[in-house]
C-alpha cells in the first residue's frame, strides 16, 4: 500500500484549507483510513479517520467541529477539511491507512506527510 498525500502550503489564521490523499496497492475499501500530525517538538497526534464499511468517522479533540474527513471510494482517495485554522495546527500531515483499526494508534500505513503551516 502506498499513500500519496498533497495539498499541503501556508495559510493564514482563521481560513480553511483542503488536503488529499490517494491510495495505491491494495483495495482501498477494505481500509481505515485517516490523518495524524506532528508538529516541531511535538509528539504525533491523532487527527481524524473514517472506517471502511460503515464509514464512521472519528476525530481528535483538537480539531473536533472544525477538520472534516471524508473518503472516496470510486477515486481511492481520502480528504481532510480543516476549517477555522489556528497557528497550533501547524504540523506535517500525514495520511494512514490499516486494515484492521478505526483508530489505530500505529497505522499499518503512513504517507511521506504534507506541511500545513498557519500563519498569523
Known amino acids: 500500500v502506498q499513500l500519496l498525500e498533497s495539498g499541503g502550503g501556508l495559510v493564514q489564521v482563521g481560513e480553511s484549507h483542503s488536503l488529499s490523499c490517494t491510495f495505491s496497492?491494495?483495495?482501498?475499501?477494505?481500509?481505515?483510513v485517516g490523518w495524524f500530525r506532528q508538529a516541531p517538538g511535538k509528539e504525533r497526534e491523532f487527527v481524524a479517520s473514517?472506517?471502511?464499511?460503515?464509514?464512521?468517522?472519528y476525530y481528535g479533540d483538537p480539531v473536533k467541529g472544525r477538520f472534516n474527513i471524508s473518503r472516496d471510494n470510486a477515486r481511492e482517495m481520502v480528504f481532510l477539511e480543516l476549517n477555522n485554522l489556528k497557528p497550533e495546527d501547524t504540523a506535517v500531515y500525514y495520511c494512514?491507512?490499516?486494515?484492521?483499526?478505526?483508530?489505530?494508534?500505529?497505522?499499518?500505513?503512513w504517507g511521506q506527510g504534507t506541511q500545513v503551516t498557519v500563519s498569523q
Open positions: 473514517v472506517g471502511r464499511l460503515s464509514g464512521r468517522r
Open positions: 496497492g491494495g483495495t482501498f475499501e477494505f481500509y481505515h
Open positions: 494512514t491507512a490499516d486494515p484492521y483499526k478505526g483508530v489505530a494508534p500505529n497505522p499499518m500505513y
